[in-house]
C-alpha cells in the first residue's frame, strides 16, 4: 500500500453492512462456493483469455476473438450467476460486467475497468469471514507482469482485536484476506491485491489495499520451520505455538501488516518518503520497508508491556516481533535474486545488527538469541533509521542517499568491487542523481557466510511455497 495518496490514509467513515448482508454473504460453504459450476465456469473461461491476451492485456490478433467473445460471455454470465451470494458487492458485479462488454464492443484493445475498479470498495466492509468475488484484467506483483484477465475469491480477515486496535493504529485502507481460490496469476508469490494493478484508462485515488495474510502465514510456518531445523535453532515456546496454528499466525500477520502499511506516510520523513516511484539507490526502498516493519515492532512491545491493552492483543503483539524477525532473516534475506533486492537488503542488515550487539550467536553451527534483550537491540536500529529520516530535510538529496549508504556500512560489508564503498567520483558527486545511481552494484551488500550457506540448504523450500495457501 505504499503508494496509496495519503490523505486517503484518515477520516474516511467506515461503513459496515447490516447482519442479514453478513448472513446472506455466507450462504454457501467454502467448498460450496469454489466448487460450484458458476465458479468453475468462470476459472475456466478466464483462462482461456489469458492464453490470447498480450501483455497491456489486449488480444491484438483478430482470428482469436470470436473464442475470446465467447469466454467473455461465460465470465458475465457467471458472474451474474454468482453476484446473489454478494449483495454487498452488487454495484461493482454489475459494473464488471458493463466493462468486460465494453471491452468487447470495443475490439479487444487494451481493457478498461476504471468504473468497475471505483465500484469495488471493499474496505467498507471490514467484517470477519465476509467474502468477495473479485475479476479484473490485471497483473499480479511478485507473480504475473501481464495484465491479463485474473478472477480470485476471498474472505475478509477482521478478528475483534484488530478491530480495537485499528481506533489507535488507523488504517481505513488495510483490508486483510485470505484466498479461497484463484486463476494462475495467484499461483505465484503474489500475496497482495493493489487496485494500482488493474487495466484502467485513468489513475484514481486510490483507497484500498489487501494483503492475503493466509499465504503470508503459511510461507512463513513453512520457512521458518525448515530454517530451525536447519540452524539448530531452539524455538521459545510462543515462537512454536505461532508454527503450530496456522488461525494464530494469519491473525499474527494482520497485526504486523495493519502497523506496517500505515506507516509509510507517517514520522518524520524525508520530503519524499519514497512512495513516489522515481530511480532512486535500492538501499533506500530497504531503509523504508525496514522502518515500517521495525515501527511494527516498537509499537508490538509497547503493546505487550501495556497491562491495559486485551490479552490476546498483548499475545498477539509478542508474536509479532517473532514474525518480524524470523520472516526478516529466514526468508526475506534469501529469497528472489541478488538484483537490486532491497527486501534482503533489510534482512540482511537487522541479522548483522542483532549478531554485532551480541543478542544473536552462531555458536557451535547452531543459532541462539537472548530473548530478553533482543527487543530493545531491535528498536535501537529502528531509531537509527528514524534519525536518518529526521536529519534528511535539511540535506540535499545525494547527500541524503550518502549518508544512507554510510549508515549501512556501519553494520554490513559492501562489495568490494564497490565505486560506493572506495567513494565516488567527484565529476560523479558535481553531477546529476543518475550518476550515483547507474554505479550502485545490483548486489551492493553480497550475502555473508551464513547466508551463502543457510540460502543453499533453504533454496528447495522457498521455492516450495509458491501458490502457498492455509490449505497447504
Given amino acids: 500500500m505504499s503508494n496509496y495518496i495519503a490523505d486517503a490514509l484518515v477520516g474516511e467513515p467506515e461503513v459496515l453492512e447490516d447482519t442479514a448482508t453478513t448472513a446472506t454473504a455466507a450462504d454457501l460453504t467454502r467448498s460450496d462456493l469454489t466448487g460450484s ?9 478466464a483462462t482461456a483469455l489469458q492464453a490470447v491476451q498480450a501483455q497491456d492485456g489486449s488480444i491484438p490478433e483478430a482470428g482469436a476473438h470470436a473464442a475470446a467473445q465467447a469466454s467473455v460471455a461465460g465470465i458475465t454470465a457467471a458472474v451474474t450467476e454468482l453476484s446473489p451470494h454478494f449483495p454487498h ?11 468486460f462488454d465494453r471491452w ?100 484514481p485515488t486510490f483507497t484500498w489495499g489487501a494483503i492475503f495474510a493466509d499465504r503470508e502465514a503459511a510461507r512463513f510456518r513453512r520457512v521458518v520451520r525448515a530454517a530451525a531445523g536447519i540452524t539448530r535453532l531452539e524455538l521459545p515456546a510462543e515462537a512454536e505455538a505461532l508454527l503450530e496454528d496456522q488461525h494464530l499466525a494469519e491473525e499474527t500477520f494482520v497485526m504486523w501488516d495493519l502497523i506496517h502499511d500505515r506507516t509509510h506516510m507517517r514520522g518524520d520523513l524525508p520530503f519524499d518518503p519514497f512512495m513516489i516511484k522515481q530511480r532512486m539507490p535500492f538501499f533506500l526502498y530497504s531503509l523504508e520497508e525496514l522502518r515500517c516493519d521495525l515501527t511494527a515492532f516498537r509499537e508490538s512491545v509497547k ?52 549478531h554485532q550487539h551480541h543478542v544473536l550467536h552462531w555458536t557451535d553451527t547452531a543459532l541462539s538469541f537472548d530473548w530478553e534483550a533482543v527487543p530493545d537491540v531491535v528498536i535501537a536500529l529502528g531509531a537509527q533509521i528514524d534519525d536518518l529520516y529526521w536529519e534528511s530535510i535539511d540535506r540535499p538529496k ?40 547507474d554505479l550502485v552494484l545490483d548486489d551492493e551488500f553480497p550475502l555473508s557466510m551464513f547466508f551463502e550457506a543457510l540460502d543453499k540448504k533453504m533454496k528447495p523450500v522457498i521455492e516450495s511455497t509458491m501458490g502457498i495457501t492455509a490449505d497447504a
Avoid: C
Wanted: no cysteine; aromatic share 12%; hydrophobic share 45%.
Fill in 37 to 45: 459450476p458458476a465458479w468453475l465456469r468462470l476459472k475456466t473461461a
Fill in 89 to 99: 458487492d452488487a454495484a461493482y458485479l454489475a459494473a464488471v460486467v458493463v466493462d
Fill in 104 to 203: 468487447v464492443a470495443g475490439g479487444f484493445g487494451v481493457p478498461d475497468f476504471y468504473d468497475s475498479l471505483l465500484a469495488f470498495q471493499p474496505q467498507q466492509n471490514r467484517v470477519d469471514g465476509i467474502r468477495h468475488l473479485v475479476v479484473f484484467p490485471m497483473y499480479t506483483q511478485n507473480g504475473s507482469p501481464n495484465r491479463l484477465v485474473e478472477a480470485v475469491l476471498i474472505e475478509v480477515l477482521w478478528p475483534e482485536f484488530v478491530a480495537e486496535l485499528e481506533l489507535e493504529y488507523t488504517n481505513k485502507l488495510f483490508v486483510p484476506i485470505r484466498f479461497l481460490d484463484f486463476t494462475a496469476g495467484y499461483d505465484t508469490n503474489s500475496a497482495v491485491l493493489f487496485p494500482e494493478t488493474v487495466a484502467m484508462r485513468q489513475i
Fill in 303 to 354: 503493546i505487550e508491556r501495556d497491562e491495559a491493552a486485551s490479552p490476546e492483543a498483548r499475545r498477539h503483539a509478542r508474536l509479532v516481533q517473532y514474525a518480524v524477525i524470523f520472516d526478516r532473516i529466514f526468508r526475506f534475506s534469501i529469497t528472489g535474486s541478488r538484483v537490486r533486492n532491497y527486501d534482503g537488503l533489510g534482512g540482511q542488515l537487522l541479522f548483522a545488527w542483532l
Fill in 398 to 437: 545525494k547527500a541524503h542517499w550518502l549518508a544512507a549508504y554510510e549508515m549501512l556500512t556501519k553494520t554490513l560489508t559492501p562489495n568490494p568491487a564497490s565505486t560506493w564503498a572506495r567513494g565516488l567520483p567527484l565529476e560523479v558527486l558535481a553531477g546529476a542523481p543518475k550518476g550515483y545511481t
